[in-house]
């Protein structure tokens, strides 16, 4: 597919999630040339090369959709980050310390590099025709360990009429450790960070999350040999597609550039075959006024029915047991009160009646002491 459809969105959110080693980064170097051969504007936003330029402070007049939840997410993987140093492993990442608030500094500079792209890309839009609109890929790599993280882009697709895609690229520990071993320099990453990070990664589980149901690809890295493949699978239900190896370390280096660009090629073919429409904004606030509105009627009714049908019981079974000399009579007043009470109840629910605390089971549990001396 080189066409958009006319339900396809004209921005692609695809966010890859995967240990250190995996092959996140190479493959989206990949994707970017094969998008720019099929027309496609891409954009690789590496958390990496954030890290390597020294990021420290995020760029003045930005803002990030998400608020405070970045620094939050950011902040949770710190410990993981922290335990590799406490362990003796020297920081790593060029001339940047490999640091909690290094990493929580990029981390909240890649989410605010994608909000700005998307940005720029909605000004232009407005400027142009759209049959003139060229397509963009937004191609967010990073290791993306908690299902948080992931989704925080989803929320600037919501926002800013993207499509969104994740990559699961599943790789055995053992392989990532032995790849980042491989590695040279700066791009070394502390073999304890790469276990704990294994231990608390939140894989995509489609099954469980409905925003994962239709929006991820998974692609199983193999053992390195030169027989073995990966698999690349669509959570939909789509049947496998095998791929060359995604391990730039376990071959030569022009094998290696060859299982790139076939892999690369047959993500994109899965890739364009994924790429849905704009997800759905985020709900405004007249909706979700109204939401809240609707709950708290659906409360409100919920209480005054317990209401009615404990007061009808309480009634029922109290003119039963008394005698028939004092029956009329504790129907007309058990009866006149327990109106009284579903018409308290009623008030309190009205706007403006403010909030006066009535609890059903404390009107119950009255009514009930009055019943009671008609028995």
């Given at each position: 597919?080189?066409?958009?459809?006319?339900?396809?969105?004209?921005?692609?959110?695809?966010?890859?999630?995967?240990?250190?080693?995996?092959?996140?980064?190479?493959?989206?170097?990949?994707?970017?040339?094969?998008?720019?051969?099929?027309?496609?504007?891409?954009?690789?936003?590496?958390?990496?090369?954030?890290?390597r330029q020294?990021?420290?402070?995020?760029?003045?007049?930005?803002?990030?959709?998400?608020?405070?939840?970045?620094?939050?997410?950011?902040?949770?993987?710190?410990?993981?980050?922290?335990?590799?140093?406490?362990?003796?492993?020297?920081?790593?990442?060029?001339?940047?310390?490999?640091?909690?608030?290094?990493?929580?500094?990029?981390?909240q500079r890649l989410l605010q590099e994608t909000q700005l792209l998307l940005q720029q890309h909605k000004e232009q839009q407005q400027q142009q025709q759209q049959q003139q609109q060229q397509r963009m890929l937004l191609l967010v790599d990073d290791i993306n360990h908690y299902r948080s993280m992931r989704y925080?882009?989803?929320?600037?697709?919501?926002?800013?009429?993207?499509?969104?895609?994740?990559?699961y690229i599943e790789c055995p520990v053992e392989l990532a450790l032995q790849r980042n071993s491989q590695r040279q320099g700066a791009d070394v990453i502390p073999a304890a960070v790469v276990a704990q990070l294994a231990a608390a990664f939140e894989a995509p589980q489609p099954d469980k999350h409905h925003?994962?149901?239709?929006?991820?690809?998974?692609?199983?890295?193999?053992?390195?040999?030169?027989?073995?493949?990966?698999?690349?699978?669509?959570s939909q239900g789509c049947p496998q597609l095998p791929a060359d190896d995604c391990g730039l370390q376990d071959t030569a280096a022009t094998a290696a550039t060859e299982d790139v660009a076939s892999l690369a090629d047959a993500?994109?073919?899965?890739?364009?075959?994924?790429?849905?429409?704009?997800?759905?904004?985020?709900?405004?606030?007249?909706?979700?006024?109204?939401?809240?509105a609707a709950g708290s009627a659906a409360n409100a009714a919920s209480a005054l029915h317990a209401l009615d049908l404990g007061s009808r019981s309480l009634l029922h079974s109290t003119l039963a047991a008394c005698g028939q000399d004092k029956r009329a009579a504790a129907a007309a007043a058990l009866n006149a009160h327990r109106k009284q009470l579903l018409?308290?109840?009623?008030?309190?629910?009205?706007?403006g009646a403010g909030a006066g605390g009535l609890d059903v089971q404390q009107l119950l549990s009255d009514f009930q002491q009055l019943c009671a001396e008609y028995t």
């Amino acid at each position: 597919m080189t066409e958009a459809t006319g339900q396809q969105a004209r921005v692609l959110i695809a966010v890859l999630c995967g240990l250190p080693g995996s092959g996140k980064t190479s493959l989206c170097e990949g994707l970017a040339r094969v998008a720019v051969q099929h027309g496609v504007k891409a954009h690789h936003l590496c958390l990496d090369a954030l890290l390597r330029q020294g990021y420290a402070v995020p760029r003045a007049g930005l803002k990030s959709d998400s608020g405070s939840n970045s620094c939050q997410t950011a902040a949770s993987a710190a410990p993981a980050v922290q335990a590799g140093q406490q362990q003796g492993a020297a920081p790593q990442h060029g001339q940047l310390p490999f640091t909690a608030e290094a990493w929580q500094a990029s981390r909240q500079r890649l989410l605010q590099e994608t909000q700005l792209l998307l940005q720029q890309h909605k000004e232009q839009q407005q400027q142009q025709q759209q049959q003139q609109q060229q397509r963009m890929l937004l191609l967010v790599d990073d290791i993306n360990h908690y299902r948080s993280m992931r989704y925080e882009f989803v929320q600037l697709a919501r926002t800013y009429g993207a499509a969104f895609l994740q990559f699961y690229i599943e790789c055995p520990v053992e392989l990532a450790l032995q790849r980042n071993s491989q590695r040279q320099g700066a791009d070394v990453i502390p073999a304890a960070v790469v276990a704990q990070l294994a231990a608390a990664f939140e894989a995509p589980q489609p099954d469980k999350h409905h925003w994962e149901a239709a929006a991820t690809l998974t692609v199983r890295c193999g053992s390195g040999t030169s027989s073995s493949v990966s698999q690349l699978t669509i959570s939909q239900g789509c049947p496998q597609l095998p791929a060359d190896d995604c391990g730039l370390q376990d071959t030569a280096a022009t094998a290696a550039t060859e299982d790139v660009a076939s892999l690369a090629d047959a993500v994109w073919v899965q890739l364009c075959a994924a790429w849905g429409p704009p997800l759905a904004p985020p709900p405004s606030e007249e909706q979700l006024a109204a939401r809240r509105a609707a709950g708290s009627a659906a409360n409100a009714a919920s209480a005054l029915h317990a209401l009615d049908l404990g007061s009808r019981s309480l009634l029922h079974s109290t003119l039963a047991a008394c005698g028939q000399d004092k029956r009329a009579a504790a129907a007309a007043a058990l009866n006149a009160h327990r109106k009284q009470l579903l018409e308290r109840l009623r008030g309190q629910q009205q706007p403006g009646a403010g909030a006066g605390g009535l609890d059903v089971q404390q009107l119950l549990s009255d009514f009930q002491q009055l019943c009671a001396e008609y028995t």
